[in-house]
Nanobody, 124 residues
Framework: QVQLVASGGGLVQAGGPLRLYCAASVRTFSTYTMGWFRQAPGKEREFVAAMSWSDDNTYYSDSGKGRFTISRDNAKNTVYLQMNSLKPEDTAVYYC?????????????????WGQGTQVTVSS
């Protein structure tokens, strides 16, 4: 069983940065592919970024490419999402997710474990 706790969300002005954290309570964190998703009110949950455990390969959504960076610290069982140049349309609840597969998936069904979400609000 994997438990994920997301944090770091908050209110930020457009153009500003924010760093999200996801702490995992699992002994074999280094063998999980980690992903970030987000869900805005009235919209479906959408992929943001992911990082494979096997080769540290990363993948980003078009909206996050060039602005967001996913990284991980296996010694701390933590995955990060550094978000820069934030826009009001980035406002959403952000979720971290974990999968045992080394292949990166941009679909929610590709992940077995989910955190509780952290709210990000970007003001214009």
């Amino acid at each position: 069983q994997v438990q994920l706790v997301a944090s770091g969300g908050g209110l930020v002005q457009a153009g500003g940065p924010l760093r999200l954290y996801c702490a995992a309570s699992v002994r074999t964190f280094s063998t999980y592919t980690m992903g970030w998703f987000r869900q805005a009110p009235g919209k479906e949950r959408e992929f943001v970024a992911a990082m494979s455990w096997s080769d540290d390969n990363t993948y980003y959504s078009d909206s996050g490419k060039g602005r967001f960076t996913i990284s991980r610290d296996n010694a701390k069982n933590t995955v990060y999402l550094q978000m820069n140049s934030l826009k009001p349309e980035d406002t959403a609840v952000y979720y971290c997710a974990a999968a045992l597969s080394p292949a990166i998936s941009r679909w929610t069904y590709g992940y077995s474990y989910w955190g509780q979400g952290t709210q990000v609000t970007v003001s214009s």
